[in-house]
């Protein structure tokens, strides 16, 4: 069969039909095929046509798949595989980036019943277990602690952490290693009637008691195999570009090195990396622009520098957000700065000025309109069309602030997860039902004409862009409530905004997001088509994998 | 000498933008008062050291020739506090600086992390902008938070600020946190005090009544103890052995004001095989055992402000018993 009718050279060309292929490409919104050729798509159309146009072999693997355009995580994080390292003890069920479903223990028993199923799995007895997503929220007035662990092994130090990351159980063998006794005087340490640690390590400076084992939890996360894991749970889900928002030391050679060699061309990945500057501005700001343009000429085609991340204020649901007035409904305190707030439009301009792309982490309303005024001040100073900077989480974001983010070039990257995952809380607890049916508002944001992502976060919550997508369109908590009807968006719009919404908001619009000819060939290969099926079961459409570059990645198959 | 294993006191340094952290921190490398300091910074940008001064350069730590150095915590808190214990043989003590709008009492937390000691915290304060910027919308709450829960305050810019003014800063203060006051500038061995190992060797023999133990003020330049201003009070005490709980509970208690800070290095009596030491900074005061006492002298040193009476620091000492 021919192999050169277009375009010259001696590159093959693969046909791939499918049952429906949703380009997202309003020139071209629905076709049968993609032709593929130097990991880009070539066209669309149907198989004939395509065979006939530019011959090349026709590979029949997606015959009976509906293929869109690889789903864009704009929020996520490498944790979200190197956390797989360890054993999930959470709640509720998830699925591990290798396929394997880790039921939820929901009970102490249940807890201790997976531990010792996974201290029976190692076999250098000085090795700690290590395990995650533990969320004592579920077990209001009774809380695990050191003897329930030791249950499990009083030789084998264990280490838990819980699902907010900042706090840790550990047992008595763990405790003996460290010193960690009556005579342990820090804070988040608290002790028991004997006088006695109870094994809960509260906040950073107390988990690092936990010693070696504190730092092969937090380490691990940082190996090879996180990083393959990351494309595993990404290629499971439909994901084909994620982003490292801020995780990975970028001005470390080894983690660059690290990134670009193992996200090659028989890799499910393409990330989008963002430098954290908050922390790991060692030199200053503009020492570190300019690592970060020097860095972002050795970008590939699955690894993206020139992107900075910097954050402004902390979690609504961990009350350290900061928030207009009347502030907390649970009448907390208000939340925390991590930029002091006359300081953020003088740490954003150097990154500004040098052409890069700065993500800022806003929850509250007030720190957006820190924010919006900083951005505001340095665009005046150093103006800079189609900038793109991007306000990540957008929680409570009011009209009026979306109207700035509009006159002022920026984006929105919406948490459209936490309907689901704490949306109930934020009804009761955090800032009531008024504002928690106004939060994450994305009908308004595009409405008022601001570019939409939408994301997971994960690992905060688990990857998965259609979950993403079916919160956005339903806005359903947990207890069955709609939380804010009036800010539901379309399958369509919410289809966009995990596609061309994220790409655009990563400068890469003209390279990922919609299959579209001289595009990075890059699909989310799905079992069922998610426009056709009840918008209520948008998350339950099965994903059969991805192509990334023209190359297919089946998903781990789903194991007990 | 009970030097062996001694932990690395850890002070740490907040305060609001432009409060004077980046001064405060050049004074001590520059002056460190013959102690080895390890300066933990966010970013060296503002760091300003003499060409002269440095010894040696990578990309996360200065190297002085004076003995100290400066390390950004660029990969993380917990990994710089694994560098610093590399160089423990090296140092003397360790101040981490605390951004604008950190909260300089959480981070002193990591004080207690095996290998250092919790060793106060120090936040200091603009009298020209502080008052206002304790009511200011976005930061007053992170603002009166570092200050109340501070053990020392340092007023900076006395060189500009007016009599009226610092004396307003003063009154405003007293309302709104129990820390000492102190004005700038505050010579390094009073803010810091005197190393644990200095306490341990404390006062020259000649100034100690042989077996009485009594408290008394250091006679020597050569005393390991004295701070090099003059101004500010100085009394050491040898004591005669370990000492009760209850006594230790009473001399907490009834500290006089104006101690900027007090070290120990004693034995309890329930515990006579142990290190006790005791650490006062400003409002907060630190009872802690790092490990079996290995011979040396019970001692305890106490620094106050300048006027404070020596007969109330020499009845304070001579609590414990």
Same mark, same amino acid.
């Given at each position: 069969?021919?192999? +050169?009718?277009?375009?010259?050279?001696?590159?093959?060309?693969?046909?791939?039909?499918?049952?429906?292929?949703?380009?997202?490409?309003?020139?071209?919104?629905?076709?049968?095929?993609?032709?593929?050729?130097?990991?880009?798509?070539?066209?669309?159309?149907?198989?004939?046509?395509?065979?006939?146009?530019?011959?090349?072999?026709?590979?029949? +693997?997606?015959?009976?798949?509906?293929?869109?355009?690889?789903?864009?995580?704009?929020?996520?994080?490498?944790?979200?595989?190197?956390?797989?390292?360890? !054993?999930?003890?959470?709640?509720?069920?998830?699925?591990?980036?290798?396929?394997?479903?880790?039921?939820?223990?929901?009970?102490?028993?249940?807890?201790?019943?997976?531990?010792?199923? /996974?201290?029976?799995?190692?076999?250098?007895?000085?090795?700690?277990?290590?395990?995650?997503?533990?969320?004592? @929220?579920?077990?209001?007035?009774?809380?695990?602690?050191?003897?329930?662990?030791?249950?499990?092994?009083? !030789?084998?130090?264990?280490?838990?952490?819980?699902?907010?990351?900042?706090?840790?159980?550990?047992?008595?063998?763990?405790?003996?290693?460290?010193?960690?006794?009556?005579?342990?005087?820090?804070?988040?340490?608290?002790?028991?009637?004997?006088?006695?640690?109870?094994?809960?390590?509260?906040?950073?400076?107390?988990?690092?008691?936990?010693?070696?084992?504190?730092?092969?939890?937090?380490?691990?996360?940082?190996?090879?195999?996180?990083?393959?894991?990351?494309?595993?749970?990404?290629?499971?889900?439909?994901?084909? +570009?994620? +982003?490292?928002?801020?995780?990975?030391?970028?001005? =470390?050679?080894?983690?660059?090195?690290?990134?670009?060699?193992?996200?090659?061309?028989?890799?499910?990945?393409?990330?989008?990396?963002?430098?954290?500057?908050?922390?790991?501005?060692?030199?200053?700001?503009? /020492? $570190?622009?300019?690592?970060?343009?020097?860095?972002?000429?050795?970008?590939?085609?699955?690894?993206?520098?020139?992107?900075?991340?910097?954050?402004?204020?902390?979690?609504?649901?961990?009350?350290?957000?900061?928030?207009?007035?009347?502030?907390?409904?649970?009448?907390?305190?208000?939340?925390?700065?991590? @930029?002091?707030?006359?300081?953020?439009?003088?740490?954003?301009?150097?990154?500004?000025?040098?052409?890069?792309?700065?993500?800022?982490?806003?929850?509250?309303?007030?720190?957006?309109?820190?924010?919006?005024?900083?951005?505001?001040?340095?665009?005046?100073?150093?103006?800079?069309?189609?900038?793109?900077?991007?306000?990540?989480?957008?929680?409570?974001?009011?009209?009026?602030?979306?109207?700035?983010?509009?006159?002022?070039?920026? $984006?929105?990257?919406?948490?459209?997860?936490?309907?689901?995952?704490?949306?109930?809380?934020?009804?009761?607890?955090?800032?009531?039902?008024?504002?928690?049916?106004?939060?994450?508002?994305?009908? !308004?944001?595009?409405?008022?004409?601001?570019?939409?992502?939408?994301?997971?976060?994960?690992?905060?919550?688990?990857?998965?862009?259609?979950? &993403?997508?079916?919160?956005?369109?339903?806005?359903?908590?947990?207890?069955?409530?709609?939380?804010?009807?009036?800010?539901?968006?379309?399958?369509?719009?919410?289809?966009?905004?995990?596609?061309?919404?994220?790409?655009?908001?990563?400068?890469?619009?003209?390279?990922?997001?919609?299959?579209?000819?001289?595009?990075?060939?890059? $699909?989310?290969?799905?079992?069922? =088509?998610?426009?056709? &099926?009840?918008?209520?079961?948008?998350?339950?459409?099965?994903?059969?994998?991805?192509?990334?570059?023209?190359?297919?990645?089946?998903?781990?198959?789903?194991?007990? | 000498?009970?030097?062996?294993?001694?932990?690395?006191?850890?002070?740490?340094?907040?305060?609001?933008?432009?409060?004077?952290?980046?001064?405060?921190?050049?004074?001590?490398?520059?002056?460190?008062?013959?102690?080895?300091?390890?300066?933990?910074?966010?970013?060296?940008?503002?760091?300003?050291?003499? %060409?002269? *001064?440095?010894?040696?350069?990578?990309?996360?730590?200065?190297?002085?020739?004076?003995?100290?150095?400066?390390?950004?915590?660029?990969?993380?808190?917990?990994?710089?506090?694994?560098?610093?214990?590399?160089?423990?043989?090296?140092?003397?003590?360790?101040?981490?600086?605390?951004?604008?709008?950190?909260?300089?009492?959480?981070?002193?937390?990591?004080?207690?992390?095996?290998?250092?000691?919790?060793?106060?915290?120090?936040?200091?304060?603009?009298?020209?902008?502080?008052?206002?910027?304790?009511?200011?919308?976005?930061?007053?709450?992170?603002?009166?938070?570092?200050?109340?829960?501070?053990?020392?305050?340092?007023?900076?810019?006395?060189?500009?600020?007016?009599?009226?003014? *610092?004396?307003?800063?003063?009154?405003?203060?007293?309302?709104?946190?129990?820390?000492?006051?102190?004005?700038?500038?505050?010579?390094?061995?009073? *803010?810091?005090?005197?190393?644990?190992?200095?306490?341990?060797?404390?006062?020259?023999?000649?100034?100690?009544?042989?077996?009485?133990?009594?408290?008394?003020?250091?006679?020597?330049?050569?005393?390991?103890?004295?701070?090099?201003?003059?101004?500010?009070?100085?009394?050491?005490?040898?004591?005669?052995?370990?000492?009760?709980?209850?006594?230790?509970?009473?001399?907490?208690?009834?500290?006089?004001?104006?101690?900027?800070?007090?070290?120990?290095?004693?034995?309890?009596?329930?515990?006579?095989?142990?290190?006790?030491?005791?650490?006062?900074? %400003?409002?907060?005061?630190?009872?802690?055992?790092?490990?079996?006492?290995?011979?040396?002298?019970?001692?305890?040193?106490?620094?106050?402000?300048?006027?404070?009476?020596?007969?109330?620091?020499?009845?304070? *000492?001579?609590?414990?018993?």
């Amino acid at each position: 069969m021919s192999e +050169t009718k277009a375009g010259g050279g001696s590159s093959r060309t693969t046909i791939f039909p499918g049952r429906t292929v949703h380009t997202l490409d309003p020139a071209r919104p629905i076709a049968s095929a993609v032709a593929v050729r130097d990991s880009r798509f070539l066209a669309v159309g149907d198989t004939d046509q395509l065979v006939a146009t530019y011959g090349g072999t026709i590979d029949d +693997t997606l015959a009976d798949k509906v293929l869109l355009p690889g789903f864009v995580e704009a929020h996520s994080h490498r944790d979200t595989g190197g956390i797989w390292q360890f !054993t999930y003890v959470g709640y509720e069920a998830r699925r591990g980036p290798n396929g394997r479903l880790w039921p939820g223990c929901s009970t102490f028993d249940a807890v201790i019943e997976r531990l010792r199923e /996974a201290e029976r799995l190692l076999e250098d007895p000085d090795e700690p277990l290590l395990a995650w997503g533990l969320d004592p @929220i579920f077990w209001p007035g009774d809380r695990l602690d050191r003897r329930h662990l030791d249950a499990v092994s009083t !030789t084998r130090q264990i280490f838990v952490c819980h699902s907010n990351m900042h706090l840790a159980t550990v047992n008595s063998a763990l405790m003996e290693a460290e010193a960690i006794n009556p005579d342990t005087a820090a804070a988040g340490v608290p002790k028991d009637g004997s006088g006695w640690p109870t094994g809960e390590l509260q906040e950073f400076p107390a988990m690092a008691l936990a010693g070696p084992a504190f730092r092969s939890f937090f380490g691990r996360q940082r190996s090879d195999d996180s990083v393959r894991l990351f494309g595993n749970a990404a290629r499971n889900v439909g994901v084909t +570009t994620l +982003t490292d928002l801020g995780t990975s030391n970028l001005l =470390d050679e080894a983690i660059v090195r690290q990134w670009t060699s193992l996200a090659d061309d028989s890799s499910p990945l393409r990330v989008a990396m963002f430098h954290g500057a908050l922390a790991n501005a060692p030199d200053g700001d503009e /020492a $570190c622009a300019a690592a970060m343009v020097d860095l972002k000429d050795r970008s590939t085609d699955r690894i993206r520098f020139g992107n900075v991340k910097l954050l402004l204020d902390g979690s609504i649901q961990g009350g350290t957000a900061r928030l207009r007035w009347p502030g907390y409904h649970h009448g907390g305190p208000n939340g925390i700065w991590l @930029i002091a707030p006359d300081q953020y439009a003088e740490r954003l301009a150097p990154y500004h000025r040098a052409g890069l792309q700065v993500h800022t982490h806003a929850n509250g309303d007030e720190a957006v309109d820190v924010l919006l005024d900083g951005l505001e001040q340095v665009q005046l100073a150093h103006p800079r069309p189609d900038h793109r900077h991007t306000v990540q989480h957008c929680q409570l974001t009011t009209p009026g602030q979306y109207r700035r983010m509009r006159a002022l070039g920026m $984006c929105a990257n919406v948490f459209a997860n936490h309907t689901w995952f704490w949306g109930d809380q934020h009804r009761d607890i955090t800032v009531g039902p008024d504002r928690a049916a106004r939060m994450n508002a994305a009908r !308004t944001a595009l409405d008022l004409g601001v570019p939409l992502s939408i994301h997971s976060d994960s690992p905060v919550s688990p990857l998965g862009s259609l979950h &993403v997508a079916w919160a956005a369109v339903n806005r359903l908590t947990p207890s069955g409530q709609v939380l804010g009807a009036d800010e539901r968006i379309t399958v369509a719009e919410a289809l966009h905004a995990i596609t061309m919404g994220a790409a655009w908001q990563l400068r890469m619009e003209d390279e990922i997001g919609s299959i579209t000819p001289q595009k990075f060939a890059d $699909c989310a290969v799905l079992e069922a =088509d998610p426009f056709e &099926v009840d918008p209520a079961e948008l998350r339950d459409v099965p994903v059969w994998g991805t192509m990334s570059g023209g190359v297919l990645h089946e998903g781990s198959p789903q194991t007990a | 000498m009970a030097t062996k294993d001694m932990r690395l006191p850890l002070t740490v340094v907040g305060g609001y933008l432009g409060a004077g952290k980046t001064t405060l921190l050049n004074r001590l490398l520059a002056d460190p008062d013959g102690q080895r300091i390890a300066v933990l910074v966010n970013d060296f940008g503002e760091i300003d050291i003499d %060409g002269r *001064l440095l010894d040696s350069a990578t990309d996360d730590v200065l190297r002085l020739a004076n003995g100290c150095i400066c390390c950004t915590m660029a990969d993380g808190f917990a990994e710089t506090l694994d560098t610093v214990r590399g160089f423990a043989n090296r140092i003397d003590r360790v101040v981490v600086e605390v951004s604008g709008v950190g909260q300089p009492h959480k981070v002193a937390q990591w004080g207690h992390s095996p290998g250092f000691s919790p060793d106060g915290t120090v936040v200091l304060v603009d009298p020209l902008s502080v008052r206002d910027r304790a009511s200011d919308r976005y930061v007053g709450e992170t603002i009166l938070t570092q200050v109340s829960e501070a053990d020392l305050v340092v007023i900076s810019r006395t060189d500009v600020a007016g009599a009226a003014e *610092l004396e307003a800063t003063e009154i405003w203060l007293s309302g709104v946190t129990d820390a000492t006051v102190l004005r700038a500038p505050v010579p390094t061995g009073v *803010l810091l005090g005197p190393l644990l190992r200095a306490v341990a060797g404390s006062g020259p023999s000649s100034s100690r009544g042989p077996g009485t133990g009594a408290a008394t003020t250091p006679a020597s330049r050569s005393d390991p103890t004295r701070v090099s201003d003059p101004e500010h009070v100085t009394i050491s005490r040898r004591l005669a052995g370990p000492v009760t709980r209850t006594s230790i509970d009473t001399w907490t208690r009834a500290r006089p004001s104006g101690v900027v800070r007090a070290k120990g290095l004693i034995r309890v009596n329930d515990r006579p095989d142990d290190r006790t030491v005791l650490q006062v900074c %400003g409002s907060s005061s630190t009872v802690t055992v790092d490990g079996p006492w290995d011979g040396g002298d019970d001692a305890v040193v106490a620094i106050a402000l300048p006027g404070t009476p020596r007969a109330a620091l020499v009845k304070w *000492l001579n609590l414990l018993g």
